[in-house]
């Protein structure tokens, strides 16, 4: 294993780059952290949204929030891959369509997370805030959405661990991510599949255990200045 | 191009779409039946009075929760065979050696997730419940069988739901090993027809479907057996 390593840690970890396209471990780190930042955006408005008072806002987005639930991200993948080329008119890199895959797949899962944050509030904090005069867009902004996104942060990093598990499946559409540089190492190598997707395996698992560990330490930490407010 | 409804309804697309979708019911239904067991045995060696087995099964279930699905399934489809010897091997590779690691990685990838469904249900049930079945002298094994299962299952079934719906969404991944299911048979008709709108829209619309039934499921479940306060 240790040679196997060592003759393809480089090419495991940015792909062939400068060479050719970047990718490996590299590419899957910069898809995740801009998936989900380029989705923050669109779970707060969908997040908002589904708990809008306005109907008219409210049911259009709750029927996007199940129909993209119901399906695959696979099948989001395969949509934006094939549909992405005739919206924009010209051919589209599997970087975009897995970027734009992931951005509306994780804007919808955000959005429950969104909803479930500030529905985690009680009540009156939106009731005081209109009462000393706030419109609904202020008492959002500058009471409600503070103290939701900081009881959301653990379930960000959650969230961010599933980005990185769900760019994997970038291998299907071609795009050379850790997974796809594996099976290309993988068939270079011929001999040593245990090997190869043992590694493989390993990398996710630091990666996102450390995260998950990092959730749970922050939860805890979030948990503590809360009760410490609480007692003072 | 224009949408052509009747290449989904009938004709040689529709079956190999229609078989497409049977196999991703098989695999969900297999997977299911296998992960179920696996899961109640990890969650009871969770919570046994045993401190290396709760150890190994956090080991596991956290192993399978921060690898992603794909990862298994290369690994169970080109990794695991390897390690097997030659007469197996072969026996393997003779018959649907697709399907099978699909089912194993599936099973396995499931089986963790439920466990911690079923372990946080069998915690949701009053520490005294436990201490009363073995001060009035169950073991550990007909306390959870007698006693707290039967509880515990209720609260359970809920989750377990809908980690059956996540399985249904994930069955999708197995067409990277080449399982002839929906997603793999939608991909077939695309490069044969070039009707990717019609194929991915059969697919997307089952997918949809079955999900939905599903989720009704979950919300039957809850108005006939609402949660009980113990």
């Not at chain 1, 094939?82 to 010209?90: A, D, M, N, V």
């Not at chain 1, 190869?196 to 939860?219: D, K, N, P, Q």
């Not at chain 2, 997977?31 to 709760?54: D, G, S, V, Y």
């Not at chain 2, 027809?193 to 039957?220: C, M």
């Amino acid at each position: 294993m240790l040679d196997l390593i060592h003759d393809y840690w480089l090419y495991f970890l940015i792909g062939q780059y400068p060479n050719g396209p970047f990718g490996g471990l590299g590419l899957t780190l910069v898809l995740a952290t801009s998936g989900l930042l380029l989705s923050l955006p669109l779970g707060l408005i969908f997040g908002i949204a589904r708990i809008s008072p306005f109907r008219i806002i409210r049911w259009p987005i709750t029927a996007l929030v199940y129909l993209v639930r119901g399906t695959p991200l696979l099948m989001v993948i395969f949509w934006a891959y094939f549909f992405l080329p005739s919206i924009t008119g010209h051919k589209t890199d599997q970087i975009t369509t897995m970027l734009t895959a992931l951005v509306i797949f994780d804007g919808v899962y955000l959005a429950e997370i969104v909803r479930a944050g500030i529905l985690g509030l009680p009540k009156g904090q939106l009731e005081c805030a209109r009462s000393l005069g706030l419109g609904y867009f202020e008492a959002m902004r500058f009471i409600i959405l503070p103290q939701a996104l900081r009881s959301m942060l653990p379930s960000l990093v959650n969230q961010f661990i599933s980005t990185i598990k769900e760019t994997s499946l970038g291998y299907i559409i071609g795009l050379t991510e850790v997974s796809f540089i594996a099976s290309q190492i993988n068939t270079q190598v011929l001999t040593k599949s245990t090997q190869v997707y043992f590694i493989l395996g390993l990398t996710y698992f630091v990666l996102c255990f450390s995260l998950s560990r990092f959730a749970y330490w922050l939860e805890k930490a979030l948990q503590r200045t809360r009760s410490q407010k609480a007692a003072a | 191009m224009q949408f052509d409804l009747s290449l989904i309804l009938s004709g040689k697309y529709h079956d190999w779409l229609l078989s497409g979708l049977g196999v991703s019911l098989a695999l969900t239904g297999i997977t299911l039946l296998l992960a179920l067991p696996l899961a109640i045995a990890i969650a009871l060696c969770r919570l046994a009075p045993i401190k290396p087995l709760n150890w190994l099964a956090l080991a596991y279930v956290e192993t399978i929760r921060n690898i992603p699905l794909l990862a298994h399934l290369l690994f169970w489809y080109f990794g695991a065979p390897e390690l097997l010897p030659d007469n197996i091997k072969e026996w393997l590779y003779s018959g649907n050696i697709e399907a099978i690691s699909a089912v194993a990685g599936l099973t396995f990838y499931t089986a963790a997730y439920m466990s911690e469904d079923i372990r946080s249900g069998i915690r949701g049930i009053p520490v005294q419940q436990i201490e009363a079945a073995r001060a009035i002298g169950f073991g550990f094994m007909a306390t959870m069988r007698l006693v707290i299962l039967p509880q515990a299952l209720r609260i359970t079934i809920p989750p377990l739901i809908s980690q059956t719906l996540n399985l249904w969404k994930n069955t999708s991944i197995a067409t990277v090993i080449g399982v002839a299911e929906l997603m793999y048979q939608a991909q077939k008709v695309e490069t044969d027809s070039f009707r990717s709108t019609e194929a991915f829209a059969f697919a997307t619309a089952s997918y949809l479907g079955v999900s939905l039934v599903i989720t009704l499921l979950a919300a039957l479940y809850h108005h006939r057996y609402p949660v009980r306060n113990v």
